[in-house]
Nanobody, 121 residues
């Protein structure tokens, strides 16, 4: 069964850091690009970052470039999102999913349940 599980969200002050994790327990996406999206209340889901299947190529939305870093551990079937210099506008529920391409914001297969990130000013 395909199953993505995100974790690592929380409440931090502006300027702080968080590290999100996404485990592919079904090992279904090891040959896929993976990415993170986020959705704030009342807003559309936003494509934040993507990484290719090997972990060698990445893409970042302008809104997070220079502050967020995506990585993956193929052996652990896990994708990470290191978020630094967090801003209140980063507040959202963050989701990981497999992608059609590392910079192609089209999801393949299922979504995780999401993890809530809240940044206080």
């Amino acid at each position: 069964q395909v199953h993505l599980v995100e974790s690592g969200g929380g409440l931090v002050q502006a300027g702080g850091s968080l590290r999100l994790s996404c485990v592919d327990s079904g090992r279904a996406f090891r040959n896929y690009a993976m990415g993170w999206f986020r959705q704030a209340p009342g807003k559309e889901r936003e494509f934040v970052t993507g990484i290719n299947w090997a972990g060698s190529t990445t893409y970042y939305a302008d809104s997070v470039k220079g502050r967020f870093t995506i990585s993956r551990d193929v052996a652990k079937n896990t994708v990470y999102l290191q978020m630094n210099s967090l801003k209140p506008e980063d507040t959202a529920t963050y989701y990981c999913t497999a992608l059609r391409g590392y910079r192609d914001p089209v999801a393949v297969g299922s979504w995780g349940q999401g993890t809530q990130v809240t940044i206080s000013s």
